[in-house]
């Protein structure tokens, strides 16, 4: 019996993911070595350029081996769940990359063992956001109290402008309402 080309394919994209996390290691280190990763740049992004060609494709042929019965519904969904795993993978590959600077423990670890892992999460290992590297409590603080004021504001000018378009839509009713009752008195007054 062949080989299944999917389960090949999904190999080979597996094979990619896991390139992808150590040569976005590497970067890492070569920059926290002070060396240029100009060319680990370079190579991670074909690659991660890669790794979603691939994954579309896995997509495509599972769609197609599942529309055309080719397997059953249950590898089907067996299937679905490994391909959603390398679309989680790529997102977090692609967030590491971005990161610039060193990757944090718990993203490398979860790559480099092959999968991310669900479960909880040492928050003292997460990197902090750049948003808020260096600001105390009180700066953090008082910056989110900025976000959720700008959130009410944008809530408040919908509902006000959502209040005017009933306003309006109301006194148009009223006045096709009151036109329309004319009408008929009319219209009844000279039978």
């Known amino acids: 019996m062949a ?14 993911a896991q390139e992808v996390a150590e040569k976005i290691q590497e970067r890492n280190r070569c920059q926290r070595n002070g060396e240029s990763a100009t060319k680990l740049n370079v190579s991670i992004r074909s690659l991660l350029q ?19 019965r080719q397997i059953t519904q249950l590898e089907g969904d067996r299937r679905q769940n490994l391909v959603d795993d390398l679309l989680t993978r790529h997102r977090h590959l692609q967030a590491s990359f ?3 600077g060193t990757e944090p423990d718990v993203i490398r670890s979860s790559l480099m063992a092959g999968g991310v892992r ?11 956001p750049e948003e808020t590297r260096g600001l105390g409590f009180h700066e953090i603080q008082q910056q989110q109290q900025r976000i959720i004021e700008e959130i009410i504001d944008d809530i408040t000018n919908l509902v006000e402008n959502t209040d005017n378009k009933l306003r309006n839509q109301t006194k148009r009713v009223m006045t096709v309402d009151r036109k ?12």
């Not at 669900?118 to 902090?128: I, K």
């Not at 329309?180 to 039978?191: A, G, P, Q, V």
């Open 98 to 100: 971005k990161n610039e």
């Open 3 to 16: 080989p299944d080309p999917w389960l090949s394919m999904y190999e080979s994209t597996c094979h990619t």
């Open 118 to 128: 669900q479960g909880v999460v040492n928050p003292w290992l997460v990197e902090e």
């Open 50 to 68: 890669n790794l979603k060609e691939k994954t579309e494709r896995l997509k495509d042929l599972l769609l197609h081996s599942v529309s055309t």
């Open 180 to 191: 329309s009752s004319s009408c008929d008195c009319e219209h009844d007054w000279m039978r």
